[in-house]
Structures are given as structure tokens and as C-alpha cells.
């Protein structure tokens, strides 16, 4: 045999070697590839379900939020309209007329006067309070109408200013006016 046919015959071998690397090398590239691409695929559907739920958390917090929101509002204006009741109560009692405020403070002097010493009253009162009662007139009070009595020593003090009836009356049925007025 020639050494031209030995080289032939290592070329013949070098290029079946070759071919062979080649040949493993090009399924191991695939076989990469194809790795790569089912990772991708499952990166790609984490962050697609990642931000689905991002999404949906974001969704449900604002939903969460414009019914707070819508909540905040219909107290406000439920408050409003129990503050403008409570205002027109107010203008009610300032407006009371004398007779009937006349009657109201008889009422209460007589059932407050036993034991007490002294009372208050508005100064466009004073005159009605006077006559109504033997108790020794204190001096005025700032308040819508009504009276305040004492006895001798101070220790006991009566508050009937309808400025404070009306404020406890209130509080006392605020649950009621509400479910009244809007159910």
C-alpha cells in the first residue's frame, strides 16, 4: 500500500471523525436549543400568569378603592343632610313662640325648683323666669333658651338649656332620624 493511500485512507477517516463531531456537536446545539426554548416558554408563562395576577390584585384593589370611595361620599352626604336637619331643629326651637316657650319653662322649673337655689336663663327670658320661679335669679347664659338651676352651694347643677336638650334628643335618636331618612 502507497502513502498516497494511507493519506487517503486518514483523510477518509479524519473526515468520518469530523462528520461525526459535527453530526453531535449540530444534536447537541439543537438539543440546547431546544432546552432554551422550552425554558423561555416556561419564563414566559410565569410572567404571563405573574402579571395576570398582577393584573387581577390591581383590579381588585381599585374596585376596592372606588367602593371605599363611593361609601365615603354617601356618608358625607348623609351626614350633610342629618347636620341640616339638626339645623333646622335649631331654628325651630329659636323661633318657639313665647306662649309656648312660656309653658316650656313652667314645666321645667316646677319639676327642678325643690331643692335649688339659683337660675340662669337667657336675658330675653329673665323676666318670664323671674315670675315663674322663687328661685334667685343668677344671671344670663348665652344659649338658645331654657334655663339652668343650682343649688345653694353650686355643687349640683341642672343644665335645661334647649341648646343641650336638643344635642342630647339628637344623639340619643340619631339611629332612628337615620333609618328614617334613608331606610
Do not use: H, W
Amino acid at each position: 500500500m502507497g502513502l498516497d493511500a494511507i493519506v487517503e485512507e486518514i483523510k477518509a477517516k479524519g473526515r468520518a471523525e469530523a462528520d461525526k463531531i459535527e453530526e453531535e456537536t449540530s444534536l447537541e446545539i439543537s438539543k440546547i436549543i431546544a432546552d432554551a426554548e422550552a425554558a423561555s416558554a416556561r419564563l414566559k408563562t410565569a410572567k404571563e400568569d405573574a402579571v395576570g395576577k398582577e393584573i387581577e390584585r390591581m383590579r381588585q384593589q381599585e374596585l376596592s378603592s372606588a367602593n371605599l370611595e363611593a361609601k365615603k361620599a354617601k356618608l358625607n352626604a348623609r351626614k350633610e343632610i342629618l347636620d341640616e336637619v339638626y339645623e333646622n331643629a335649631k331654628e325651630s326651637v329659636k323661633k318657639l313662640p313665647a306662649e309656648k316657650n312660656q309653658k316650656l319653662l313652667k314645666s321645667i322649673i316646677e319639676k327642678n325648683e325643690n331643692n335649688n337655689a339659683k337660675i340662669y336663663s337667657k336675658a330675653k327670658d329673665k323676666p318670664v323666669v323671674k315670675k315663674l320661679t322663687k328661685l334667685e335669679y343668677a344671671g344670663e347664659i348665652d344659649c338658645m333658651g331654657g334655663v339652668v338651676i343650682e343649688n345653694a352651694d353650686g355643687t349640683e347643677v341642672l343644665d335645661f338649656k334647649y341648646d343641650t336638650i336638643l344635642k342630647n334628643v339628637s344623639e340619643q335618636t340619631l339611629k332612628q332620624v337615620s333609618d328614617i331618612l334613608f331606610g
